[in-house]
């Protein structure tokens, strides 16, 4: 098993940037595929970008150019850079190995974006 615990809750306008970081515990982090994952007001939970052992992202259609994924394998953490952020980008944030696993949901951070 392994936790995961986001930070970087925030209020931002439209437009705005934030930036989000999860620390991962586990032996063996830098062989996990790490994801970052959200969930909006009545929506299903739905994955945002991940990232390989090898460095290589791949990001959802509705992010691409935007946010931006990083890991931090001496610190075990993950981030999110998000720019040009847009309400419907509200959501709870939450970071997991991809595919998740059930187990490792931590607690999630809030993004909302309003003005």
């Known amino acids: 098993q392994v936790q995961c615990v986001e930070s970087g809750e925030a209020l931002v306008q439209p437009g705005g940037s934030l930036r989000l970081s999860c620390a991962v515990s586990?032996?063996?982090?830098?062989?996990?595929?790490m994801g970052w994952y959200r969930q909006a007001p009545g929506k299903q939970r739905e994955l945002v970008a991940r990232?390989?052992?090898?460095?290589?992202?791949i990001y959802e259609d509705f992010v691409k150019g935007r946010f931006t994924l990083s890991r931090d394998v001496a610190k075990n953490m993950v981030s999110l850079q998000m720019n040009s952020l847009k309400s419907e980008d509200t959501a709870v944030y939450y970071c997991?190995?991809?595919?998740?696993?059930?187990?490792?949901w931590g607690q999630g951070t809030q993004v909302t974006v309003s003005s």
């Open positions: 997991n190995r991809w595919p998740a696993r059930n187990n490792d």
């Open positions: 586990g032996s063996f982090f830098d062989q996990y595929v």
């Open positions: 990232i390989t052992s090898a460095g290589v992202k």
